[in-house]
Nanobody, 116 residues
Framework: QLQASGGGLVQAGDSLRLACAASGGTFSRYTMSWFRQAPGKDREFVAGVSRSGSTRYANSVKGRFTISRDYAKNTVYLQMNSLKPEDTAVYYC????????????WGEGTLVTVSS
């Protein structure tokens, strides 16, 4: 089970850190990712971190967002800096395969709202 937290209402330029806590099993063998879905849009990939710690980012967030994972806490983080109104969305964490082809588990979303 994946539980996301940390969302909220912030102003443009502010920072937020999302957390995704895994329970009911170990997720260390999975590639962990964050996705987001803005109102009226499809869900899109934001960032991912593999078992080895290698990371991947969408171009729209590269240089502003950082994904990391804490194996001891079974938690994945998304540090979001320099937030923009277009970052407003419900953010979901997910556990999937190493090739980013398949998602095995989805967490509940957390809402991030960035005001201008």
């Amino acid at each position: 089970q994946l539980q996301a937290s940390g969302g909220g209402l912030v102003q443009a330029g502010d920072s937020l850190r999302l957390a995704c806590a895994a329970s009911g099993g170990t997720f260390s063998r999975y590639t962990m990712s964050w996705f987001r879905q803005a109102p009226g849009k499809d869900r899109e990939f934001v960032a991912g971190v593999s078992r080895s710690g290698s990371t991947r980012y969408a171009n729209s967030v590269k240089g502003r967002f950082t994904i990391s994972r804490d194996y001891a806490k079974n938690t994945v983080y998304l540090q979001m800096n320099s937030l923009k109104p277009e970052d407003t969305a419900v953010y979901y964490c997910a556990a999937g395969d190493s090739d980013y082809n398949q998602i095995y588990y989805w967490g509940e979303g957390t809402l991030v709202t960035v005001s201008s």
